[in-house]
């Protein structure tokens, strides 16, 4: 018989909150760009480093500025400022679930590869239905290394066999296995919901949300 879960993992993008590109779409409009635009030059390689730490959350605002200047003129620049100021969606059913998961004294963390405008975007979001933000702009290393689980696991204070873990991206989940997580791939908020009860973790389902996209 497996030990009982003692630390939930979820993942953020995909899963709690959901970008579903109004923010992009509103940028390219104000500034004239062609659908799509920022979505294409924005996540490639200064997010990479972004997620790693390398950059910091506006050292890659402005690198995607700079591209932008650089392909279609001054003018375009200031279509980052407004992207920027979308945080994302949050799906409140999956924020239920975590509430959830806390009440029953089991605590949260979220395991996100993100940069480090994080905190502020949940902080705009008023979203901190968690015990632990493990970043990877703070982690230095990125989901699927093995590094990274081991740090998060380290972060949650319990073994990995005794922690549920959450993720959209299939290739995380099987990363999250190979060092002994209990993971599973996030569907639906239903899904998610029958998942945790398969690990002694029982919920009310709530009414099914939709899914957006991830920021990348």
């Not at 500034?31 to 030059?41: A, H, S």
Request: with cysteine; aromatic share 8%.
């Amino acid at each position: 018989m497996k030990n009982p879960v003692k630390a939930a993992l979820f993942d953020l993008g995909g899963v709690v909150l959901h970008f579903r590109g109004n923010g992009r779409a509103e940028a390219e409009k104000a500034v004239g760009l062609p659908p799509g635009t920022l979505r294409r030059i924005a996540y490639k390689g200064s997010f990479a480093l972004a997620n790693y730490g390398v950059y910091s959350h506006q050292e890659w605002l402005e690198a995607v500025r700079g591209d932008l200047v650089a392909k279609f003129g001054p003018r375009v620049g200031a279509a980052v400022e407004v992207w920027a100021k979308d945080p994302g969606e949050l799906d409140e059913d999956a924020v239920a679930v975590l509430k959830g998961v806390r009440a029953q004294g089991i605590p949260v963390g979220i395991f996100t590869n993100n940069t480090t405008g994080l905190k502020a975007d949940l902080a705009r979001l008023g979203f901190d239905a968690f015990d632990k933000l493990i970043n990877s702009a703070d982690l230095g290393v990125i989901k699927p290394s093995p590094v990274a689980y081991r740090l998060a696991i380290e972060t949650m204070g319990v073994a990995a066999e005794e922690i549920f873990f959450v993720d959209d991206n299939l290739t995380n989940v099987i990363a999250a296995r190979h060092v002994g997580l209990r993971a599973v791939r996030f569907v639906s908020v239903p899904e998610l919901i029958a998942d945790l009860a398969a690990c002694g973790i029982t919920l009310p389902a709530p009414t099914p949300g939709t899914k957006g996209e991830r920021r990348g």
